[in-house]
Antibody, heavy 116, light 108 residues
Framework: EVQLVESGGGLVQPGGSLRLSCAAS????????MSWVRQTPGKGLEWVSA????????YYADSVKGRFTISRDNSKNTVYLQMNSLRAEDTAVYYC?????????WGQGTLVTVSS | EIVMTQSPATLSVSPGERATLSCRASQSVRSNLAWYQQKPGQAPSLLIY???TRATGIPARFSGSGSGTEFTLTISSLQSEDFAVYYCQQYNNWPPITFGQGTRLEIK
């Protein structure tokens, strides 16, 4: 059974940083593309970032480019999202997913709140 | 970036009746269109991919159709567990994948 467990969310001030983690199991992590998708009441579902399983290539939404960094540790079956220079509009539930295009497995999500 | 537009925003249907949800893409996505269902407090779950192929374990009352820019999700006989929010998503032009804003299916 595929499991994706996110952690690391919380309350952070504008301009601050946070690192999200997603621990994966139940599939061959090292060869799998991984993504982060976020959800807000106002903007709905928004793809944030992805990392290739084959060559580690990374991809970002324009809204987070230059501020967020996706990475992976295949020895720990974990994907990360380092979020810097956080803004109020980054407030969302962040989901981890085990694909970069068609998502058939999602984590339970972790809430990030950016507020002073 | 491809913009996905869903209609209506809210659909009120009685149990046992048919529900028809629409999704339009701002440019052709061929058949690279998925539908997801989301219940309160849960992550989205995949229903349909390739515009018309049901994901594993999805009941036959769910069907998808369309190609290019116009797509439809039909639920033939609504069950109580089907009342949820439904999202369409294109994966033809990536990055980014893009989602519609959702249709809330509520009990009439």
């Amino acid at each position: 059974e595929v499991q994706l467990v996110e952690s690391g969310g919380g309350l952070v001030q504008p301009g601050g940083s946070l690192r999200l983690s997603c621990a994966a199991s139940g599939f061959t992590f090292s060869s799998s593309d991984m993504s982060w998708v976020r959800q807000t009441p106002g903007k709905g579902l928004e793809w944030v970032s992805a990392i290739s399983g084959s060559d580690g290539s990374t991809y970002y939404a324009d809204s987070v480019k230059g501020r967020f960094t996706i990475s992976r540790d295949n020895s720990k079956n974990t994907v990360y999202l380092q979020m810097n220079s956080l803004r109020a509009e980054d407030t969302a539930v962040y989901y981890c997913a085990n694909d970069k295009t068609l998502i058939d497995n999602w984590g339970q999500g972790t809430l990030v709140t950016v507020s002073s | 970036e491809i913009v996905m537009t869903q209609s209506p925003a809210t659909l009120s249907v009685s149990p046992g009746e048919r529900a028809t949800l629409s999704c339009r893409a701002s440019q052709s996505v061929r058949s690279n269109l998925a539908w997801y269902q989301q219940k309160p407090g849960q992550a989205p779950s995949l229903l349909i991919y390739g515009a018309s192929t049901r994901a594993t374990g999805i009941p036959a009352r769910f069907s998808g159709s369309g190609s290019g820019t116009e797509f439809t999700l039909t639920i033939s006989s609504l069950q109580s567990e089907d009342f949820a929010v439904y999202y369409c998503q294109q994966y033809n032009n990536w990055p980014p994948i893009t989602f519609g804003q959702g249709t809330r299916l509520e009990i009439k």
